[in-house]
């Protein structure tokens, strides 16, 4: 069972005004006990970097956390050494307990150097990431949607054939609710990853203080005694047609015999 005592306060890593705060289910792992949070959601302050907000996600990948929205439950990760791309292209990582609001395929494409100037792949700038972290002086990585699973991209992958790229993968990206919901072109070099969580939900305050979850309406009654209810009212349900029609019967009867009786007397 997971309570909030007293040393679960809403605190932040740093003093600076951006870091966000940090609340159930999220738990800052040298600051607080693991009774404040939920398994999953462990945040770690980094002293060597500013108290900067870490989030380790599969125990292994570290981000930076810029935003935490509890009322949408969203959360904002992003790379410390500002590769994000570099993070999404080579690392395969679960992100339970967390989830991606959709996913789309991206291809890498390494180019020549002169492939931001080829005359055919501006046309398609819009829709090509130049990737300056993945890049070096001999060739350049771009990213696009991959065609093999959007149809419309076809020219956009021609033209980067056409100008001597290769690709190099292609790779399902987490994308931003923006982007699920209308369809726009997602960022990821630049932008941050965008994850949400479903569960769990806050204690109660009076299920933190007794330490004992607060049972839901339908666990109050003895499931046993609750058959037999059941039972005994769809038992109810059909006698009482039956008594009713057999009392009508005998109230009938009882009014034939009165009459008998009287005619009789006479």
């Not at 994850?195 to 309406?217: D, F, G, I």
């Not at 003895?222 to 109230?251: C, F, H, M, Q, Y």
């Amino acid at each position: 069972m997971i309570t909030c005592q007293d040393n679960c306060s809403i605190i932040k890593c740093g003093d600076a005004w951006d870091e966000p705060q940090i609340d159930f289910p999220f738990v800052v792992n040298d600051r607080q006990g693991g009774e404040c949070g939920y398994p999953g959601f462990n945040i770690t302050c980094n002293v060597f970097r500013k108290s900067k907000t870490v989030l380790e996600i599969s125990r292994s990948e570290e981000f930076l956390v810029r935003k935490i929205d509890y009322f949408y439950r969203e959360i904002r990760l992003y790379d410390q050494d500002n590769c994000l791309a570099r993070r999404l292209r080579y690392s395969k990582f679960d992100l339970s307990p967390f989830k991606a609001y959709g996913r789309w395929v991206y291809a890498f494409f390494y180019c020549p150097p002169s492939i931001i100037s080829d005359p055919s792949v501006v046309a398609y700038s819009s829709v090509i990431l130049n990737v300056p972290c993945l890049s070096s002086p001999t060739a350049t990585v771009v990213v696009t949607l991959s065609s093999a699973y959007y149809k419309s991209y076809q020219n956009v992958s021609d033209a980067l054939f056409n100008g001597g790229c290769q690709v190099d993968a292609s790779v399902y990206i987490p994308i931003s609710s923006k982007a699920s919901s209308t369809g726009s072109f997602y960022d990821f070099t630049t932008d941050d990853l965008y994850l949400t969580w479903v569960q769990p939900v806050k204690p109660s305050p009076r299920e933190a203080e007794t330490n004992v979850p607060l049972p839901k309406e339908d666990e109050t009654k003895d499931p046993e005694v609750d058959e037999k209810r059941i039972n005994w009212k769809k038992l109810a349900t059909i006698i009482a047609p039956s008594l009713g029609g057999i009392v009508a019967i005998a109230t009938i009867v009882c009014v034939i015999c009165r009459r008998k009786q009287r005619s009789s007397s006479l």
